[in-house]
């Protein structure tokens, strides 16, 4: 969200506590415009198909728990691993990956707000004594080398200043055979500068990098690539469901926020949402560790 006047140099990337700062500050307002089931892109269209889609409305937090569910389907967790959730978010997937696969779960995030409502939703469950919440920064983890025998990554590593960092540091943890996912945005084209800028903003991130790199950097980790997916079309129709939104509940979020966060968000809400539909993929990576 608007965590910096427009104009700001975001191509340095933003510190862990910006990025924390932002979760804190506007964590309510993008539950008002993504959905409050969790922290990442939905799943509206389903993987592989383009069927057509004319409303968003409504779809937010169901689209969010397709996603989760693909997700807990793609890592194939067993009941007796250990998985690092690198940006947990509010805590839904972690928990809901526990709950389905009898696994233990590990969550981080830079975000106190964040860690609050995972501690919160925690409460609430059924994964108790499976799930734990801690603040931590993606790109120098606080735990020894080997210590989980998976990982994934939701919608964190477009947030990350140095993002070959936050791979050496998924990489360092794992076990030998460890597999990792992630998601990841990739820039496609040439886009106009006020969309990027209106990208890196909303999101406090810097400019998305093409998928070249990505693979790039994710060889030179260390990591195998075993399974890479397109989930492009979701994340145009998140875009979509986000300008939608901001201007149905504009007033509701002026009332939370104030005249001057919506007088900064106002003119970054169409450059975002052309920006997405015209110059964003979005792609799922199946890692591993030999």
């Not at 959730?85 to 709950?99: F, K, N, Q, S, V």
């Not at 986000?242 to 005249?259: P, T, V």
Request: with cysteine; aromatic share 8%.
């Amino acid at each position: 969200m608007p965590a910096a006047a427009p104009g700001a140099d975001n191509t340095s990337g933003p510190t862990p506590d910006e990025v924390g700062e932002m979760y804190d500050e506007f964590g309510d307002m993008l539950a008002m415009l993504l959905g409050g089931s969790a922290v990442h892109i939905g799943m509206y269209v389903p993987h592989g198909d383009r069927p057509p889609v004319t409303s968003l409305i409504g779809l937010a937090d169901v689209g969010q728990d397709q996603q989760t569910e693909f997700l807990i389907d793609t890592i194939d967790l067993g009941p007796d691993d250990h998985l690092l959730d690198i940006g947990c978010g509010t805590g839904g997937p972690a928990i809901r990956l526990a709950e389905r696969t009898g696994g233990r779960v590990t969550g981080i995030t830079v975000s106190r707000g964040q860690l609050a409502r995972c501690e919160e939703r925690l409460r609430e469950s059924t994964a108790a004594g499976r799930v734990e919440f801690a603040r931590a920064n993606a790109m120098r983890l606080d735990y020894a080398d080997a210590s989980f025998d998976a990982a994934w990554s939701i919608d964190c590593f477009p947030h990350l200043s140095d993002r070959p960092a936050g791979l050496r540091e998924a990489y360092r943890v794992l076990r030998p055979g460890g597999r990792f996912l992630m998601t990841e945005f990739a820039l496609r084209g040439v886009p106009d500068p006020a969309g990027v800028a209106a990208y890196s903003e909303l999101w406090t991130c810097p400019p998305p990098r093409p998928f070249p790199k990505l693979l790039t950097e994710v060889a030179e980790a260390g990591f195998h690539v075993t399974k890479v997916q397109s989930m492009t079309s979701n994340a145009v129709l998140s875009g979509e469901l986000m300008h939608a939104l901001y201007r149905e509940r504009r007033d509701e979020i002026e009332e939370r926020y104030g005249k001057e966060t919506t007088f900064r968000t106002d003119p970054l809400m169409r450059p975002f949402r052309d920006f997405c539909r015209d110059h964003v993929d979005y792609y799922l990576l199946l890692l591993r560790k030999d």
